[in-house]
């Protein structure tokens, strides 16, 4: 089969982009388990809207050539036979309702909008993306859900159902330290996760309120007053996902460029020694000269957990000492 070139200037089509997809994947120049170009890769190579980029993977999906792998991305080759005997994990598509006996249904849709956010990224999602994953006209989707903020919503709830809230102990900063790091699992798991939650403008999601009302809860037997309390709930959570937001625009960027951080570290290793040899950022050239320095997001977060939790446990000693009724004065 011969590709035909559009015209110059002409607009590529998703049925156009679909068969320059397909040509790469029969001649070989896709192979099985290869990851084929992303919904932001269709959008740079043809310069094409997202929409279509979308359309051109789902066509390539009702041909069987290529399905979704959940942390990966689209793949070349059929899906897998799921095993009846196996659990179905969230992250993996639900069978697609259109052409079965499998009704549509809020989870299933939830579940297939999770799967699109962890493999695309949160700007790939729309109600009509989740059709075409699901097979099903996009209208048929607001009998379920009313729009795509109510989806968002439920998104982020089914996320953290799948992470119970640890038990509260006696000492409230280990009980803290295993509420951060089970948030900081969450966001590590579902990249998209920390773009979508926000500070400001706080979403009523109940599982994510659970997490607040915890940590306000613990601080209760710390001597903090409400106010404290709260802001400290707040800060912690505030740190966790902040530190989280990085997580999207890497897995983005992995699946781009084909690079781990280290490998593109690796890559800027030249360029870097022609900076550090200007003599002007001597802690930079003490630090890759010192030995093994690791930093990464993990390392990040371990660091600012500590000196966050470090810090709250200074205020909360200055609140027990003050509230410490004074010794009698011992009688002459």
Partial sequence: MTHAEPAQGAPHSSARIADELARRINTGELDAGDTVPSTRQITREFGVAMATATRALAALQQQGLVHVVSGVGTVVGAAPSADPASKEPASTLPTSPGGSDQPLTRDGIVLAAVTIADTEGIAALSMRRVATALDTATMSLYRHVRNKDQLLALMADRVFMDYPLPAAGGNWRPSLEALCRLQWSAYQSHPWLAQYMSMTRPQLIPRGMAHTEMAMSVLGRTGLDLGERLHAAVMLANYVRGTGVSLEPEALAEQDT??????WMEAQSALMGQILATGRFPAFTEVLSGGEVELDLNSVFEFGLHRLLD????????????????NPRSRS
């Fill in 311 to 326: 810090g709250l446990e200074v205020l909360v000693k200055q609140r027990s000492r003050a509230q410490k009724p004074a």
């Fill in 258 to 263: 084909g690079m781990t951080n280290d490998e």
